[in-house]
């Protein structure tokens, strides 16, 4: 490839990027430390980002839903006085949002309501955490508000992913600049979630066919485990394992692994399950192999 045309490619990859939109949601809250870790992560990476995430914690709420209300005591970490409105934002950042209700109120707000006042229309992609805690197998996804918020998305026709990682603490974003065990951990999540949009994104639209979403789960990292984002391998899995289902062929079976067992795999092994937003179940052969292929040269074998 001769200069000019790497330097064609190199522009269209950067304005791919800088043309994406992304709402960012979690059922942590919009003040806890991984959300804020990811929102500037991504946009470091040059993606234009609005934070639309519940005011306190919603953990557990699954696709729970309510109208927004006044608020009747403090936002997460005291980061709104009582009395403040239903929706609401930081003083000093607009993109930084609140919604007083559950994830899946959030990230409708993010959808709606924020995209169209801050990127003219509807999001590209929404990205739902990386979640306080592992989000594995069928009962926990249920539940999950951030894999409930992630699904309202997919149903509202944006496609999206559910992030979920080991080993986080339910801690403020001012202790970000703690440099502690949290911090560090938060901002590898944060890199590999980056990563993860990355490559799913990067041969543009569609990202994922309609009412799909996909449920990615990271192991804990420590300063002597996991500890950078390179660490990491991505796998191919599902949400509930199967003997007698047939799925996409990859890594010489076609039998994917469950999800669980490949987190709790020795090792640095993020799960990746594709998802029916509706009923937060596997999907079949075929939808696997959108995103197998979406994701070519990125995902990896279980060793």
């Known amino acids: 490839m001769n200069l000019l045309s790497f330097g064609a490619t190199l522009a269209f990859c950067v304005s791919l990027v800088q043309s994406t939109n992304i709402v960012l949601t979690n ?4 003040a806890v430390a991984m959300i804020r870790a990811q929102n500037s992560a991504l946009s470091e990476a040059e993606y234009d ?24 005591e403090p936002c997460e970490f005291d980061t709104c006085p009582t009395g403040s409105p239903a ?6 950042d607009s993109r930084l949002n609140y919604v007083n209700s559950f994830p899946v109120d959030a990230v409708r707000f ?16 929404v990205v739902s955490g990386p979640n306080v805690g592992n989000n594995l197998g069928t009962g926990t996804v249920d539940i999950s508000g951030t894999v409930g918020a ?7 026709g944006i496609p999206s992913t559910a992030f979920s990682a080991a080993g986080l ?30 490559a799913l994104l990067k041969n543009g639209p569609p990202f994922l066919p ?14 002597t485990s996991c500890a950078s984002s390179s660490d990491f391998s991505f796998i191919l899995t599902r949400i509930a394992p ?29 799960s990746v399950s594709v998802m029916n937003a509706t009923t937060k179940a596997d999907v079949d052969a075929t939808t696997q192999a959108f995103v197998l292929n979406r994701l070519s040269g990125f995902l990896s074998c279980l060793p």
């Open 49 to 72: 980002v609005v934070l639309s995430a519940p005011a306190e914690n919603e953990s557990g709420t699954g696709s729970s839903t309510a109208t927004p209300t006044n608020l009747t």
């Open 210 to 223: 309609p009412g799909i979403s996909v449920n990615v789960n990271y192991p804990a990292s420590t300063s």
């Open 110 to 125: 993010g959808i709606q309501t924020l995209s169209p006042k801050f990127f003219g229309g509807a999001p590209d992609f």
């Open 150 to 156: 992630a699904c309202e998305a997919a149903k509202e």
């Open 87 to 92: 929706e609401g934002f930081n003083s000093s």
């Open 242 to 270: 199967s003997n007698s289902v047939i799925d996409v062929e990859t890594c010489g079976t076609d039998h994917l692994p469950g999800e669980t067992n490949v987190v709790a795999t020795n090792g640095c092994f993020a």
């Open 27 to 30: 059922d942590d809250g919009w």
């Open 169 to 198: 603490s339910q801690v403020a974003f001012t202790d970000l600049s703690n440099g502690d065990a949290d911090t560090l951990a938060s901002l590898v999540f944060s890199q590999l979630t980056v990563k993860f949009v990355n």
